[in-house]
Nanobody
Framework: QVQLVESGGGLVQAGGSLSLSCAAS????????MAWYRQAPGKQRELVAN???????NYADSVKGRFTISRDNAKNTVYLQMNSLKPEDTAVYYC??????????????WGQGTQVTVSS
């Protein structure tokens, strides 16, 4: 079993910055893609950014140039640095981690979610 522990988030004024982190632990052979998603009230969950094991990244158009995703493979941890925050960034942010078992099976895990609120 794999556990994901998220930290960070909170309340910030528009234009401010916040950082999130998500650490994976448990029975992990290898961590593959790590990602951040978010879900605003009344909206579907959407991909914010993801990062491959080698460091390749992908961002939603709405956060390009403002958010940076990174990872520490030694710590099985993914980070999201959020700058120039806007009220429309307000959402619950979830980390998602794809892990590979020693038999080659890919399993997906989700964090518990952390609230990010940006006031105008």
């Amino acid at each position: 079993q794999v556990q994901l522990v998220e930290s960070g988030g909170g309340l910030v004024q528009a234009g401010g910055s916040l950082s999130l982190s998500c650490a994976a632990s448990g029975s992990i052979f290898r961590v593959d893609t790590m990602a951040w998603y978010r879900q605003a009230p009344g909206k579907q969950r959407e991909l914010v950014a993801n990062i491959g094991r080698g460091g390749s990244t992908n961002y939603a158009d709405s956060v390009k140039g403002r958010f940076t995703i990174s990872r520490d493979n030694a710590k099985n941890t993914v980070y999201l640095q959020m700058n120039s925050l806007k009220p429309e960034d307000t959402a619950v942010y979830y980390c998602s981690v794809a892990t590979m078992t020693i038999m080659g099976r890919i399993d997906d895990y989700w964090g518990q979610g952390t609230q990010v609120t940006v006031s105008s």
